[in-house]
């Protein structure tokens, strides 16, 4: 093996031969286990969610493949039918042209050659993460066969009356010029103003005040609404207000939506461009008058005066708020903080417009989806998110799946000359099946379908659905999705409804709901606020300059790079190392405790590639006293020590609680215990304590010792293999033949159990005793500032017989370990000496001080010490005692400077005891 752990000399090479191996294809007989990979955006790159995510999902399936388990995990892209057009479109749009100048043939046509060009860059990058997908069985949304399985659910939905089209409100990208989910919509608190306006009422005998953020769209207003019960209002229910500017009157209702202690108790109702308004139109029968294209500008109605025509909605919103002041009708402008929604791809407000849609009835297909959570046929983890799941579901409304764009599934509707619409799998489905020969000319539907309608069907379509091929009944239901919290509406509910319909089963068993990763602050990373880590940079390493540059350009506000710039600058002053995949992989699995969102910090991954090291020199030591030497596999006796038995047992202890942890799908109590083996047992303790055996021992022992170094390694790197892929593979290709182990991978290779047989609590109950007689010679050395390599004697007072028979027993370790000039018990009744002392239950572990020591240098060193903090520790009380300094400064650093005071205050206690220990002498 290489001297120093370099990942990049690795990594890639492991994996081009795992993917070239068919390693990562389901085998065996085991039960099956599938996970469906999230489809990431074809034209996405990853993200430290992503990132994250896809850690998990790949621990697990790395650990079903070793447990034996006939394991799929599909892999597959989403055609992101905004995301991606509009990616073409801005091609196009630096060439001069649209994509109408194309056509829609040609237009989509230049898509797909983007996708086949440059749509992989995702796809390769889940490859350096290390993510076994199963490759060979990759899907694409827009593929051939989930083409057909999305024009099946179509017509099928539609022929059962559960697929319709009609009139309803939607979200509109006034640039896209498309309907928009709720998940593309951004909503955030923005500074705007409420304009308090007078409606004349049409007797003449008053006016009515009402409140808006959007004056321009009282052009289009029906009605004023008040509250049944106001008093202030109640009697002019029935009446009618005129309408400012277009002289229409329109009635002033009653409604419960109203809330009398909001402004004045009146509000104005715009049906057609308000989603609570138009509830309250639907109540009322009120008319639903639209005064917006698709491009958000007024359109050229013959009840809005002509000089609004065409303005632009900002444009229309000042020039009605100044000839409603001309006319006296503003009764005041107040500042105010309101949500404003904004297309996620735009960026620009997202405006409620009336359209005709394409829409899933989905009450009927609730039902059974919620039944099937209620009953546990799916389980969330953790489990509160259910209580989400059910809020959304038992209030769910019809599902807009319709969008004014071009690539994507084409709707399978066709009209005639006279509007009426057939919906079939095919043009000529629809003329056999309707009587229309080829001298009736028909139009297909111009809108594509939502993604997330695709999507929904993902967890069969992808295996084949609607054909019964026979991995759709191996992996129908799948295992478990794993997915973050904010897509339970839009993908988790639709692929239950979806699966339930048209599977008659789940189409998973429990959703693993992981938490969100943030910045070490616990901000949220976006590209705004300059905290944006890329998951390859923390792989790879990218210089400040380069990272400056990554995180300033493309920016949506660009007067935020000098503050970006210089907070990069801060944190990163000297760019960001190289960690590897492994670290950045285990740092993830060391992060994800169930629900929480993570607080992503460089020092964890610096912590995690430290780890990577420590293992990586472990195999190096272990390799140059095992390789060519007798370990005992051929049959060699072998007599293993108190050392070899403890780690054998340690590490049943260590799978004990790694498998317990992966059941509860608590990946960072897994990893702990992975790091707390590796590093504190096998590593800073049995390495050190085989020495002694091998150096000291008969060839039986040294036999025992070196099969024990290498079973112990080889099963740990078994262990850890789902979390750290690259470095166990390449380790355990040398130590594996040292067991008696020849196999192309370790992926393929057993997950460790625990074996009964190799717990040995006598063993960890001495070894215990042990450890602790050498830590508490060694906390001797460091208080007393003795030379880490100068021999101790030590003697032995008080204890038990089982201490003297451990002490017998185990005398060359502690001598070794503990650096003992010797080591002997005490006469019964035998004075102490004057002596440090560390406590081993009843057992006095004694070092003598005379002689070790020059006493007055030492007392003059610790008089130096004593001072020093002496005179630290009033500056720091007052700071403390400071009432200015505790109101005003973060908790955090208070709690900081406090810790800091309890450890000078510590240690000062500790200096004094030690110097007066001395004077003793």
């Not at 994996?15 to 294809?25: I, L, V």
């Not at 690539?407 to 043009?427: F, K, L, M, N, Q």
């Not at 992996?475 to 904010?486: A, E, H, K, N, R």
Request: hydrophobic fraction near 40%.
């Amino acid at each position: 093996m290489d001297k120093v752990y370099e990942p990049h000399a690795i990594e890639q090479r492991w994996y081009q031969h795992w993917e070239a191996s068919g390693f990562f294809a389901p085998v065996g007989e085991g039960a099956p286990y599938c996970i469906m990979i999230p489809p990431p955006n074809v034209t996405g790159s990853l993200h430290m969610g992503h990132a994250f995510q896809d850690t998990v999902m790949d621990v697990l399936i790395r650990y079903h493949r070793m447990k034996g388990d006939r394991t799929l995990w599909q892999a597959g892209t989403d055609h992101a039918g905004i995301a991606t057009q509009m990616v073409v479109e801005r091609q196009l749009a630096g060439v001069g042209q649209t994509r109408h100048d194309l056509g829609r043939e040609a237009f989509i046509e230049r898509v797909w050659q983007w996708k086949e060009t440059s749509g992989g860059t995702i796809t390769r990058q889940l490859r350096r993460m290390g993510a076994s997908l199963d490759w060979s069985r990759e899907r694409f949304t827009l593929d051939e066969g989930l083409s057909r399985a999305v024009r099946e659910v179509f017509v099928r939905l539609y022929e059962e009356g559960l697929i319709y089209r009609g009139k309803r409100l939607v979200n509109w990208d006034p640039v896209l010029h498309t309907a928009v989910s709720d998940l593309e919509v951004i909503s955030e608190e923005e500074q705007g103003h409420l304009w308090h306006m007078r409606y004349p009422l049409a007797d003449g005998s008053g006016h009515l005040v009402v409140a808006t953020t959007r004056p321009e769209t009282m052009l289009g207003d029906t009605a004023v609404a008040v509250h049944p019960e106001d008093e202030r209002y109640r009697h002019l229910i029935g009446h009618s207000v005129r309408l400012p500017l277009t002289g229409r009157e329109i009635p002033v209702i009653g409604d419960t939506y109203v809330d009398p202690e909001f402004g004045s108790g009146c509000v104005k109702i715009t049906p057609a461009h308000d989603f609570n308004d138009y509830a309250i139109g639907v109540r009322h029968a009120l008319p639903m008058i639209s005064i917006f294209d698709q491009g958000a500008a007024i359109l050229p109605r013959a009840d809005i005066p002509a000089k609004y025509h065409g303005l632009d909605r900002y444009e229309a919103r000042d020039l009605v708020v100044h000839d409603l002041n001309e006319l006296g009708l503003i009764e005041k402008i107040e500042g105010h903080r309101l949500m404003v929604p904004r297309g996620d791809r735009t960026g620009v407000v997202v405006e409620p417009f009336l359209t005709d849609q394409w829409f899933v009835k989905a009450g009927p297909l609730a039902g059974p989806a919620i039944k099937a959570v209620e009953e546990g046929r799916i389980r969330f983890v953790p489990e509160n998110w259910s209580n989400t799941y059910y809020q959304w579901m038992y209030n769910i409304q019809d599902w807009c799946i319709s969008r004014q764009i071009w690539w994507g599934h084409r709707i399978p509707a066709w009209y005639d000359g006279e509007g009426r619409v057939y919906v079939g799998r095919s043009e000529e489905e629809v003329r056999a099946k309707h009587g229309l020969d080829a001298s009736i000319p028909l139009r297909q539907d111009e809108d594509v379908l939502d993604t997330w309608f695709s999507s929904a069907l993902w967890p069969f379509s992808t295996l084949g659905w609607p054909e019964r091929k026979p991995e759709l009944d191996t992996f129908y239901p799948t295992s478990v999705l794993v997915t973050g919290f904010d897509i339970i509406f839009f993908w988790v509910a639709r692929m239950i409804m979806m699966g339930l319909k048209f599977m008659g089963d789940v189409p998973f068993r429990e959703v693993y709901i992981h938490g969100l990763v943030r910045d070490a602050e616990g901000q949220k990373m976006s590209k705004s606020k300059g905290n944006v880590l890329d998951p390859i940079d923390l792989i790879d390493g990218i210089s400040l300059e380069d990272l400056v540059a990554k995180r300033t350009q493309g920016l949506m506000q660009p007067q935020m790079a000098a503050r970006i710039e210089k907070r990069t600058r801060q944190d990163f002053p000297e760019g960001i190392p190289s960690y590897g995949t492994d670290a950045l992989r285990f740092t993830f699995a060391s992060l994800a405790s169930t629900g929480r969102d993570i607080r992503f910090d460089l020092k964890r991954v610096e912590g995690c590639r430290n780890f990577c090291n420590k293992l990586w020199n472990a195999a190096r030591y272990v390799l140059m006293n095992t390789e060519g030497q007798d370990c005992g596999s051929g049959g060699s006796a072998c007599s293993y020590s108190l050392p070899d038995r403890w780690i054998r047992s340690r590490f049943q202890a260590a799978v004990g609680t790694v498998t317990e942890a992966m059941g509860q799908y608590r990946f960072d109590l897994a990893a702990q215990a992975l790091y707390e083996f590796v590093w504190n047992e096998y590593c800073d303790w049995y390495l050190e304590l085989a020495k002694v055996v091998l150096q000291s021992g008969n060839e039986a022992e040294r036999r025992g010792t070196r099969q024990t170094l290498a079973g112990v390694l080889e099963s740990l790197l078994r262990l850890a293999h789902p979390f750290m892929p690259f470095i166990t593979e390449e380790i355990w290709t040398r130590v594996a033949p040292l067991t008696g182990a020849f196999a192309p991978t370790i992926m393929r290779q057993s997950y460790p159990e625990v074996d009964p047989a190799l717990a040995d609590p006598e063993a960890e109950r001495e070894m215990a005793w042990v450890m602790e007689v050498i830590l508490g010679v060694r906390r001797i050395r460091a208080e007393m500032n003795l030379a880490p390599a100068r021999p101790l004697p030590v003697l032995l007072s008080h204890g038990t017989g089982q201490d003297r028979v451990w002490s017998a027993r185990s005398g060359p370790l502690l001598e070794k370990l503990a650096r003992l000039e010797s080591l002997n018990w005490l006469a019964p009744g035998q004075a102490e000496p004057e002596a440090a002392i560390a406590l081993v239950g009843e057992l006095r572990v004694l070092i003598p001080m005379r002689g070790l020591i020059d006493k007055e240098a030492e007392l003059t060193r610790l008089d130096k010490e004593i001072q020093r903090l002496g005179k630290e520790l009033p500056r720091l009380e007052g700071k403390l005692g400071d009432a200015s300094f505790l109101s005003k400064a973060p908790p955090a650093v208070v709690e900081k400077e406090r810790a800091r005071l309890a450890d000078l205050q510590a240690g000062l206690a500790s200096l004094v005891a030690q110097k007066e220990r001395i004077q003793a002498l």
